[in-house]
Each structure stands twice: as structure tokens, then as C-alpha cells.
């Protein structure tokens, strides 16, 4: 495959040149390439090409929930949002906390035959903080993290024991970071916004208690550490010092935290509900400033798919969830490119090549040798987000009828086209 006239979005920055893939593979990058070979061509003239994206958090529902998402329909809209590879949490029907989950999950990925699918092994058995789940031979059958993710691990033993198993292991545990006691059944976060709708409020304690004892048992082991979905400005502070300090600690946030504020809550939507909870200006521009400065180092969607029935009942009754991964790249290019947050390699790197980094996966950047993952848009042509139109079973998204720049052309996996508009 040659693709010719687009404009890379490489590390160092953006250059106008051609591409030819041959075999998966990326094997030339150049001003002009002839095609000797009558290889398939794409045009993409006016358009950027991106190393394809990857998203390191995603809940695919299957086993066991498949009326809210199951692996085809969740790499179908993986791949029409931009992604080459998604990594999915293990919060299943069984749990995928032994290597038969997760051997049929990474099975299934490859039948579906679209997007890289890798699944994510559950830390403790059934994902009840009460005894470690079989890490090495879930790494053994292609787990490429473990994470109880939906439930932080509240035994302090266990988690010290399971990050330092997974640093044997060669694997990163992924930490969903919630004191529940300190939720106490909260559904929102606390605040203005939960006191005018009478919604029992989350203070940002209950995220960075558990963050601040994560970077602690990750100082402690020199044992690496990631922390999920970041959403407060005391989280990011928290990470940043541990950081400068040297702390093995990387950290991803979502869309929804660096996009909107709490305010959003008061029309009682309920697929505003999720966890950890949408917060305040002050938490949005703190994440900003955290994906500015290198304290955050990934964009994950953490999409979370249901069935409508799981939305269309009382605030306090709804599931936590917003469905996300084909509106994820455009709330990206719209409010972090095109507001000047960061630049269009920095989006690649936080979309991309930090995610591959993080978990040890092929691919994140475009290079002669790479591997031929590539995603292809038009970062100025405008979309209207309609999720009667979602690829995903879950259509739950407080941000229908939003307008995003920003629009997928071409989702290209190991040199084959698996999405085109």
C-alpha cells in the first residue's frame, strides 16, 4: 500500500510524505514514492496521518454482558473512532482472572479480525480484593496489565503483593484508584453541582487517598505503577511530586475530564454518571495542565457501554458509564489542539506512543520499520455527535449533539484498511 500527499504527525513534528506498507509493515518513508508494483494507493491529500491509535482502557462487556457491547461491536466502533489496538478491562461474567478468559478474549479479538485487541487480567480473584488471581499464567495467555479496575484493591498486603508480582512478571498493575468507604454511595462529584441537585456527592479524597497509597507502594517496591482515569486537580499534584521524585508512576484521564466541569450534572442525565465523577474548573484545568506538562501521559476513553435500560431509571439507580471511544479522537483534536493545549505529535503521544510504551505493545509511531498501524483524518472537517449512529451497542453519551473537528478517514491495521468513512 502507498499512501501519498499526507501530512505526518511524526514525534519530531508534521511533514508532508508518502508512505508504502508492505507485508504490515511500514518499509519507506520519502517525498515521492513510485509505485512499481501497482500497489494499492489511498490519496490523503489535506489529510493527517496519525500512528494508530491506541487505548489502553476500554470495558468490552464480553463474556457475560454482551446486550451492553460485545468484542465485534466494541472493535467495530474502535475502529471507525481510530484505533488500531484497545486493551480491555477484566470487569467480565466470568471475570477474566485466569488464563481461559483470557485466551478466549485475545481469541475472539483475532476472529473479529479489526482492530488489536488485548485483554487486561483482573489482580484479584472475581475481582473481590480477597486473593490474587493467577497473574503468570494470565501473562502467559497474552494479559498485557492486571487491574481490578470498577473496585480499587482494599487490602494494602494484597496490592503491595500484586505490584510486586507483576514487576516479576513484566507487567504494570493499572489502578483503579476509589476509597469506597469514603464514597459511601456517592453519585456525583461534591460540590455546587450535587448540592442544587440534591445528589449525594464524591469528594476528590476518595480518588487521592488511593492514588497517594499506590505511589507509595510503588516507591517502596521501585515497582512501576499506572493510575486510571485521573480526574482531580490533588491527583495530578500527587502524581507530579511523585514524579520529581522518581516514582515509577504513569497516568492516563478521558475526555470528559479535560472537556466539561460538573455543571453538566443538573439536567439529571443520567449518562452523565460516571466514575470517577465529572468535577469542577478547577479539576479540568489542573488535567490540562497535567497533559500539557507531562504529568499525564495518556488519553484513554475508559468506554463504558450499557444498555439503555441500565441508563433510563433514577440518577442514584444508573450505571456509572459513558460510551466513548468513537467521539474520544474529536474531543481531542477540538479541545486540546485546537485550543492550543498541546500540539498535533503531543496528541499522537498521548493517543499513541505513550500508551505503547506503558504496556509493552508493538507499534505508536510511524517509522520506516514500524509496524504499518495508521490512522487517517481530516482534523478540519466538523462532525455532529449523534450516537444513534455509533458503531458501539452502548449509546450512552451526555454529548449528543456536540460538534467535533476531527473525523476518521481511514483506520489502516497491519497495512490492511479495516475502517473507511
Given at each position: 500500500?502507498i499512501?501519498?500527499?499526507?501530512?505526518l504527525v511524526l514525534r519530531?513534528?508534521v511533514e508532508?510524505k508518502?508512505i508504502?506498507?508492505?507485508?504490515?509493515?511500514?518499509?519507506k518513508i520519502?517525498?515521492?514514492?513510485?509505485n512499481?508494483?501497482?500497489?494499492?494507493?489511498?490519496?490523503a491529500e489535506?489529510?493527517?496521518?496519525f500512528?494508530?491509535l491506541i487505548?489502553?482502557?476500554?470495558h468490552l462487556?464480553?463474556?457475560?454482558f454482551?446486550r451492553?457491547?460485545?468484542i465485534e461491536?466494541?472493535?467495530?466502533a474502535?475502529?471507525k473512532?481510530?484505533?488500531?489496538q484497545i486493551c480491555?478491562m477484566?470487569n467480565?461474567?466470568?471475570?477474566?482472572d485466569?488464563?481461559?478468559?483470557?485466551?478466549?478474549?485475545?481469541q475472539?479479538?483475532?476472529?473479529?479480525g479489526?482492530?488489536?485487541?488485548?485483554?487486561i487480567?483482573?489482580i484479584t480473584k472475581?475481582?473481590k480484593?480477597?486473593?490474587?488471581?493467577?497473574?503468570g499464567s494470565?501473562q502467559?495467555a497474552g494479559?498485557?496489565a492486571i487491574?481490578d479496575?470498577?473496585?480499587?484493591?482494599k487490602?494494602?498486603?494484597?496490592?503491595?503483593?500484586?505490584?510486586?508480582?507483576?514487576?516479576?512478571?513484566g507487567i504494570?498493575c493499572?489502578c483503579?484508584?476509589e476509597d469506597?468507604?469514603l464514597?459511601?454511595?456517592?453519585?456525583?462529584?461534591?460540590g455546587?453541582?450535587a448540592t442544587i441537585?440534591g445528589?449525594?456527592?464524591?469528594p476528590?479524597?476518595?480518588?487521592d487517598i488511593?492514588?497517594?497509597?499506590?505511589?507509595a507502594?510503588a516507591e517502596?517496591?521501585?515497582a512501576?505503577?499506572h493510575?486510571c482515569?485521573?480526574?482531580?486537580y490533588s491527583?495530578?499534584?500527587?502524581?507530579?511530586?511523585?514524579?520529581?521524585?522518581?516514582?515509577q508512576?504513569?497516568?492516563e484521564?478521558?475526555?470528559?475530564?479535560?472537556?466539561?466541569?460538573?455543571?453538566?450534572i443538573?439536567?439529571y442525565?443520567?449518562?452523565t454518571?460516571?466514575?470517577?465523577?465529572?468535577r469542577?474548573?478547577?479539576?479540568?484545568?489542573a488535567?490540562?495542565e497535567g497533559?500539557?506538562d507531562?504529568?499525564?501521559d495518556?488519553?484513554?476513553?475508559?468506554?463504558?457501554p450499557?444498555?439503555e435500560?441500565?441508563k433510563?431509571?433514577e440518577?442514584?439507580?444508573?450505571?456509572?458509564g459513558?460510551?466513548?471511544?468513537?467521539?474520544?479522537?474529536g474531543?481531542?483534536?477540538t479541545?486540546?489542539y485546537?485550543t492550543?493545549?498541546?500540539s498535533?505529535?503531543q496528541?499522537a503521544?498521548?493517543m499513541?506512543y505513550?500508551?505503547?510504551?506503558i504496556?509493552g505493545?508493538?507499534g505508536?509511531?510511524?517509522?520506516?520499520?514500524?509496524?504499518?498501524?495508521?490512522?487517517?483524518a481530516?482534523?478540519?472537517?466538523?462532525?455532529?455527535?449523534?450516537?444513534?449512529?455509533?458503531e458501539?451497542?452502548?449509546k450512552?453519551?451526555?454529548?449528543?449533539g456536540?460538534?467535533?473537528n476531527?473525523?476518521?478517514?481511514?483506520?489502516?491495521v497491519?497495512?490492511d484498511?479495516?475502517y473507511?468513512a
Amino acid at each position: 500500500m502507498i499512501i501519498r500527499n499526507g501530512w505526518l504527525v511524526l514525534r519530531g513534528g508534521v511533514e508532508k510524505k508518502d508512505i508504502l506498507a508492505v507485508d504490515g509493515k511500514i518499509v519507506k518513508i520519502a517525498e515521492s514514492i513510485e509505485n512499481t508494483t501497482g500497489e494499492e494507493e489511498i490519496n490523503a491529500e489535506g489529510l493527517h496521518i496519525f500512528p494508530g491509535l491506541i487505548d489502553i482502557h476500554v470495558h468490552l462487556r464480553e463474556p457475560g454482558f454482551e446486550r451492553k457491547e460485545n468484542i465485534e461491536s466494541g472493535a467495530r466502533a474502535a475502529v471507525k473512532g481510530g484505533f488500531t489496538q484497545i486493551c480491555c478491562m477484566p470487569n467480565t461474567n466470568p471475570v477474566a482472572d485466569n488464563k481461559i478468559v483470557v485466551g478466549y478474549i485475545r481469541q475472539r479479538g483475532k476472529e473479529v479480525g479489526l482492530c488489536k485487541i488485548h485483554p487486561i487480567g483482573a489482580i484479584t480473584k472475581g475481582e473481590k480484593g480477597e486473593e490474587l488471581a493467577a497473574i503468570g499464567s494470565m501473562q502467559k495467555a497474552g494479559a498485557v496489565a492486571i487491574s481490578d479496575d470498577g473496585v480499587a484493591v482494599k487490602n494494602t498486603r494484597l496490592m503491595y503483593n500484586a505490584m510486586q508480582y507483576a514487576k516479576g512478571f513484566g507487567i504494570k498493575c493499572l489502578c483503579h484508584c476509589e476509597d469506597k468507604d469514603l464514597v459511601d454511595g456517592g453519585v456525583v462529584n461534591e460540590g455546587l453541582s450535587a448540592t442544587i441537585t440534591g445528589l449525594k456527592g464524591i469528594p476528590r479524597a476518595a480518588e487521592d487517598i488511593i492514588i497517594a497509597r499506590e505511589l507509595a507502594l510503588a516507591e517502596s517496591l521501585d515497582a512501576p505503577v499506572h493510575i486510571c482515569h485521573v480526574s482531580t486537580y490533588s491527583g495530578v499534584r500527587l502524581i507530579r511530586d511523585a514524579k520529581a521524585a522518581g516514582v515509577q508512576v504513569t497516568a492516563e484521564t478521558c475526555p470528559h475530564y479535560f472537556s466539561v466541569t460538573d455543571e453538566i450534572i443538573r439536567g439529571y442525565d443520567t449518562n452523565t454518571k460516571v466514575n470517577p465523577p465529572i468535577r469542577e474548573e478547577a479539576d479540568k484545568l489542573a488535567i490540562l495542565e497535567g497533559l500539557k506538562d507531562g504529568t499525564l501521559d495518556c488519553i484513554v476513553t475508559d468506554h463504558a457501554p450499557h444498555h439503555e435500560d441500565d441508563k433510563n431509571v433514577e440518577y442514584n439507580l444508573a450505571a456509572f458509564g459513558i460510551s466513548g471511544i468513537e467521539t474520544s479522537f474529536g474531543f481531542a483534536i477540538t479541545y486540546l489542539y485546537k485550543t492550543g493545549v498541546l500540539s498535533l505529535s503531543q496528541i499522537a503521544e498521548k493517543m499513541s506512543y505513550n500508551p505503547a510504551q506503558i504496556l509493552g505493545l508493538e507499534g505508536g509511531e510511524i517509522a520506516e520499520g514500524k509496524v504499518a498501524d495508521l490512522t487517517i483524518a481530516n482534523i478540519e472537517e466538523s462532525f455532529v455527535v449523534d450516537s444513534s449512529k455509533f458503531e458501539s451497542k452502548g449509546k450512552n453519551t451526555p454529548f449528543n449533539g456536540y460538534k467535533l473537528n476531527g473525523v476518521v478517514k481511514y483506520t489502516i491495521v497491519d497495512g490492511d484498511i479495516k475502517y473507511k468513512a
